[in-house]
Every structure is written in C-alpha cells, then in structure tokens.
C-alpha cells in the first residue's frame, strides 16, 4: 500500500505482505473512515462461540456501553477484523497491517462521530482510545504474520504494525502529554488547535499567525506570537515501559534485548514490572530519546540515527504460563486420560532428569520426586483476611561437586513454562529482588530475577558463593513473595510468587563425614527454614555404584542410549502437562490426612526437643513452616494425578520425603556426637581430648589446623579421630570457635 494524493491504495491477495501485488483497491481517507464505522455498527458475533448470542451486534454495544460508564475507548480483535465475517473487514485489516500510521486517526476520527450518533450529540467528543487485541500462540502464525521476537525488530519493519512478546523489566512514572493544544496570539488574540500526535512526538507550533496576512503593515503580528491556553487543552496520561525478551527466547551467550513502549490513556499503570505482556501497536522510529522527551532541540530532525520504541495499541497481560503454552481441546482430552493411570507419578519422576542415572535406594531417585514436586507447586490459598500462604515448594540441594545439583537445575529451567536460571556468585541483592535507577526522567523500578520469574521457577546454582547480605534480601521474597521497595521516594510491593531450586556445596568444597552438617552449612537458620526439602548430595565410593555409572555415562556420550534419555514423557509434553494441572487443580488436603500431619509433627517436635535438652540441637530448625512444607508436598504430588483432595497415600509419600531430605540433613549431626562408633573410636576420641586438655591451657587460644596437626604429628592420633575430638569439645562447650579458624579453651 502507498499513499498518492489523499489516496491510500490497498494491495489485495493473498502475497501481499511478500511485495507480490495482484489487485489494487483505492480507499481514500473518508473511504477508510466509513467503512470502519460500518463494521462497528454492524459486525455481529460468530456461530464458534463467542460470548452473547449470535446476532448481537458486539462493538456497536460495546462502544456505547463503554462511553455510557466513561470510559471512553474501544477495543476490537484482529481476528475479526481479519477472519472475513465482514465484508470490510479484510480491506481494513489490510489497510491497518501495511500503513497503521494513516489508519489509526481515520479510524479514531470515526469514533468520534459514531460517539455523536449514538451516544451524545449535544457535547464534543472526547478523546477517543483506539484499542487493539489477537488471540495468538507463541507457536503459531496470525494470519501471514506471526509474533515478532523483539531481536527481530530491524529496519523494515519500521512504520508497521506488529505483534511483540516479552516481559516488562522497568516502569517509569506516568506522565501528562498534550494531545490538543489551544493557542492564542498574543498580538491579535486569534485562536488556534493543534492536535499532537501520540507517542514520543513534539507539537509543531506555526511560526506566524494567520492575523498576520489580514492586517495593515503596521499591526501585523510579529514571528511567534503564540501563547498556550493550558486550561483549555486537552491531556493525556502518557507512560513508558521496558519489555524485555523472554528468558526463553534468548539465545545462549546471548544480552537479551529489550525495547521501549509507549502507551497512553487506558494503558497507563495497567502492569507492573515482572509482567508478561502481549504487545501490538507500531514500530516507530524518531529522534533520540533525550531529545524526544525533553521535546526536541535546535537540530531536530538532522540527525539520522534514529531511536526505536514501540507505540501501544494494544497490551494483554498473562497470567502465570497459561498464556505460554496453548493447549488444545486434543491434547486437554489426553492429560485427563494421563491423569486417570495409576502409575502417572512415577512416569512423572522418570521423566525427571532422565539423563541422570540413578538407582532406587539412591538419594538422586528422591531428589528427581523432590523436583517434580518443586515443579507442580502447592495450592496458593488466601485466607479471609487478606494474609496469602503460598504454595510454591523451595529446594535445597547441597553435596559433593559432581553428583549433577547443576543438571537438576538446567532441567528445571528448560520444563518450567516460566523460569529463571541464575548463579549465586554473580546475582547481587538488587538483581535477584528489585532496583531502583535513576533515568533522566527521574527514578524507575526495575523487576530482577525473582520478580521476573513470578508464576514460575528461580534456579540459583552456587547459592553458598552468594554473599550474606545478598542472601539476606531474598527471605521476603521466599515466604511471604513479595518485594518490598522503599527507596528514592518510591514505596511499593512487587509479587515474587515463585519457587526457588537451589544448589550448593559444603563449606569446604566437599562433604565431611567426620564433621556435622551445621559445620559445613554455611548458611544462617533463618534462610534454612524457608526450604521446604533440603538433600545432602553425597558422592559415595561404591564399585558397584561407580561401574553403573560410568557404564551410563559412557552410553550418553557415545549416543546408545539417546532415547532412553527422552524419559516417559518428552519435555515439550512434560512442560505442558505441569503447566495444565497447575492451572486447572487447586488440591486441599482431608480431614484424615490433617490428623495424620499433626500426630507426625509433634513426634518430630518432641524428639527435636530431646535432642537439644541431650546437648545435640540441630542446625536446621523444625519449625511450623515445616508442617506446611509437608501440606505443600502432598498437594504437590495430589496435583500430578489431578486430584482436587490430599488423601492418606500422598501424606505418606510427602513424610517419607520430608524425612529422607530435611530431617536426615538435621540428623547427620549424632555421627559427630559417636552415635555410630566402636569402643575403640570412643576411647581414642578420650585419649585425643586428654592430649588436648594438657596442650592447650584455659583461656588460651590456638590455631585449629595447627592443633589437628599436633594430634597427628605429636600425639599419634589419626586424623580423623583428631576432627572428632574438637568436634565433641567444640559441642560440649570446652573449646569455642573464634575468628581466623581458631580455638579458644574455657577459662
């Protein structure tokens, strides 16, 4: 299509948008608006079942119903515009995907007269909003278009309609832009309007007056005589926001790429960052953003490298994954026979990582059913007062390096219709939660990767390389999922509802046997309770175990094993299924089941309590989050099977998780107490504590490694026995750990 003379020409057929034209159908500007006020007033809902009955006249009532209640604005799908249930609906669409600049404000003028038709005639129309939607799949194509990625926005597609997916990373404040100044001559009191164009676009203000040309030579009226008549021009409410690329869609190894939009009127603080957004409106090119926004400067419209943003005609917020990942009725009418096989969960843990192997009895068969678990979620409730109790499953996978922590995590990232995948040594405080950064507008809020990955899964590998404080910033956001900001004069609340995967080693880079687990977590036990399943991850050295492995890892790289890789379910039918139980099941646990839950709590409790009075208290604390922990678990795995009530069998398998993660991590420390050792062991740890008592006097301090080397040295004890020994004397009060790994006697 190009314009000539006032003429939009309007190229028909199918290979339009290839440049290969076949007919050509003139629509001139009052062409253009007729047949849009046509299709308002006549377009009638379709037979496929859209909501009303068929006959209603959908946008007609629409529009009036909308103006009636003030808001005065009109929103129409592409897709019928575009499917040809009007006879001018395609020649519209045509007309609006190749050339949306001149469209646009034929159609909004339309509006205006069909607001003094058919709702008032007896007062000017206001301004009218023109809005835009389409029922579009990241997968799919709409019409001879499909969605652009925002990498995909080049130099061709400017000036032309498109329909951009991403994520909203930064919200500046809203702003009031003119769209119909009102001037007056300062000389000769003439009255002007000028209408200013949406977007980043200045007002272009005559520089003589029209009074000027009427007038004798002395009382013409000199260069720039106008005044704005501020009360009498209309405003807008004008904001812009940052969409970034989908964190899937960024290619590895490469800076995902954002863009600016612009919305106005109605789409004003409709979204927050952490947003998914499904954005149509026209790529547009301008001066440089500084320039733009200040409006303009001495060498406007000589510079030739222009600034790229993208004007909103449309923005529909998702909610979660759904708007991800489409499921057909086909497909629907398979989960549901999924659901109804018995055996559904234990296909679901196969196909947990399927590369990774791992034996029944081994700790990694638990860690895949604890990842399936963290991956379909809880049921999210909201209590009567308003308090929310999330249902998001945190994981803590801490052990030796090697035993595939990172593999769990990629694989969780690449099955989760929303995730985030992060490294705790380059993540600050700021990038995991939320920042506040000042602009040349001001100051904006900017969403990090926890706030990004609301609705989905944050991985975080090398959580134990994070620093203190960093880690410190998320407990917020892993209970209560919420982001707290109270900077620079902005105080608000971003939601992280989200579960965190997160992988570590021990404090010394491997796992101590002799040592207890509090020793080598190097974590606070603030941060500790917010996990619901903590697993030690230990390499154990076994021939037989070792043979297997390297047996399997041998078959993955040569390539013999390739389809047992794929697991029970694909990936893509995995990632789908999840995201389809999470959205159409919300379970609820029983009253036989809740009874069960609180027997079991309070012999957990009790025992805890015996264990501290008896000098063994735990590092990892056994708290009323725990209970929940195990609520959140069984409606987890409830949830694999589609099944709205948590009954005995699932409470069952939640304890037996809970205990072989959380509760053996906490009970590793009775190994350093001589829980599991022989007369010998015993006497030899005396004897080492003895040599211990005469070297080191009361009240002095002494190196730790410098003692253990004495012991071994000096006092013929093995070293082992020598780690235990400080173990015990540390627990039983007689030494105390002081700064720089040193050991100070009691006085």
């Given at each position: ?241 940052k969409l970034q690329e989908l964190p899937e869609h960024v290619p590895i ?336 646990i029983s009253n036989e089941a809740g009874e069960t839950l609180a027997n ?148």
């Amino acid at each position: 299509m190009f314009k000539d003379d006032g003429v939009i020409r309007v190229l028909e057929g199918p290979e339009c948008f290839q440049d290969q034209t076949t007919d050509e159908v003139e629509l001139s500007p009052e062409s253009v608006r007729s047949k849009f006020k046509k299709f308002v007033k006549e377009y009638k809902y379709s037979s496929e079942g859209n909501m009303g009955h068929i006959g209603t006249l959908k946008y007609r009532d629409q529009f009036i119903r909308n103006c009636e209640q003030g808001i005065h604005k009109l929103e129409i799908n592409l897709n019928d515009l575009d499917g040809g249930a009007h006879e001018d609906g395609e020649a519209l669409a045509q007309a609006l995907w190749q050339r949306p600049t001149e469209f646009i404000p034929l159609c909004e003028k339309g509006l205006k007269e069909l607001f003094s038709e058919l709702v008032r005639s007896d007062e000017r129309p206001p301004l009218l909003q023109l809005q835009f939607k389409c029922d579009i799949d990241l997968e799919s194509t709409f019409g001879t278009r499909r969605p652009t990625m925002i990498r995909e926005l080049i130099a061709d597609r400017v000036e032309e309609l498109v329909v951009v997916q991403g994520i909203v990373v930064q919200q500046r404040r809203a702003r009031h832009k003119a769209r119909v100044l009102h001037l007056k001559c300062k000389n000769c009191e003439n009255v002007a309007e000028i209408t200013v164009n949406p977007g980043l676009c200045s007002a272009h203000i005559p520089v003589a007056c029209e009074g000027r040309n009427l007038a004798a030579a002395m009382d013409k009226c000199p260069t720039n005589p106008w005044l704005i008549v501020s009360e009498r021009s209309e405003f807008v409410d004008e904001q812009t926001l940052k969409l970034q690329e989908l964190p899937e869609h960024v290619p590895i190894g490469e800076m995902p790429r954002s863009i600016d939009v612009v919305c106005d009127q109605h789409f004003v603080d409709t979204c927050t960052p952490g947003t998914r957004l499904t954005a149509i409106g026209v790529y547009c090119a301008t001066e440089h953003a500084a320039g733009a926004a200040m409006g303009g400067s001495r060498t406007r419209g000589t510079n030739t490298v222009k600034y790229s943003y993208l004007q909103a005609l449309g923005l529909e917020a998702a909610s979660g994954g759904n708007a991800q990942i489409k499921i057909s009725n086909e497909e629907e009418e398979e989960f549901l026979t999924m659901a109804r096989d018995p055996n559904i969960r234990e296909k679901i843990f196969d196909s947990i990582a399927p590369a990774i192997k791992a034996s029944p009895k081994d700790v990694i068969a638990d860690v895949k059913r604890a990842v399936a678990c963290c991956l379909f979620g809880g049921s999210r409730k909201e209590l009567p007062d308003g308090t929310r109790m999330r249902g998001d499953i945190n994981v803590l996978l801490l052990g030796d390096p090697g035993t595939a922590k990172s593999q769990f995590l990629k694989f969780a990232e690449k099955a989760s219709p929303i995730a985030v995948y992060t490294s705790g040594k380059g993540s600050s405080a700021a990038g995991l939660t939320a920042s506040v950064i000042r602009s040349q507008e001001g100051f904006a809020l900017e969403g990090g990767a926890m706030v990004l990955a609301d609705g989905g899964i944050v991985c975080i590998d090398e959580f134990d390389k994070m620093d203190p404080k960093d880690r410190v910033a998320i407990h917020e956001a892993m209970e209560q999922q919420t982001i707290s900001i109270a900077k620079a004069g902005i105080t608000t609340m971003l939601n992280t509802r989200c579960s965190v995967l997160a992988a570590a080693n021990p404090r010394f880079g491997t796992y101590d046997d002799l040592a207890s687990t509090s020793e080598q977590m190097d974590f606070e036990s603030t941060i500790l309770s917010r996990f619901d399943m903590m697993f030690l991850v230990r390499d154990v050295r076994d021939p037989e175990r070792d043979y297997n492995l390297a047996k399997h890892l041998a078959g993955l790289h040569k390539g013999d094993i390739a389809a047992e890789a794929e697991g029970e379910l694909p990936v893509a039918k995995l990632r789908k299924y999840l995201n389809y139980c999470r959205s159409k099941c919300q379970p609820r646990i029983s009253n036989e089941a809740g009874e069960t839950l609180a027997n079991h709590y309070i012999s957990i409790r009790k025992n805890m309590k015996e264990e501290k009075e008896a000098g063994r208290d735990s590092a990892i604390p056994i708290t009323v989050r725990q209970l929940e922990a195990i609520i959140r678990m069984s409606e987890s795995l409830a949830k694999m099977a589609l099944r709205d009530e948590v009954d005995m069998e699932h409470v069952e398998e939640a304890l037996r998780l809970f205990t072989v993660s959380t509760l053996d991590s906490a009970n590793k420390d009775r190994a350093a107490m001589g829980g599991n050792m022989t007369e010998e062991e015993r006497d030899a740890v005396k004897q080492a504590e003895e040599q211990v008592r005469r070297r080191v006097a009361r009240g002095s301090r002494i190196s730790k490694f410098a003692l253990e080397q004495w012991l071994v040295s000096a006092g013929g004890v093995e070293d082992r026995i020598a780690r235990r020994a400080l173990s015990v004397m540390v627990r039983s009060g007689e030494l105390t750990e002081k700064p720089g790994m040193t050991l100070q006697r009691a006085a």
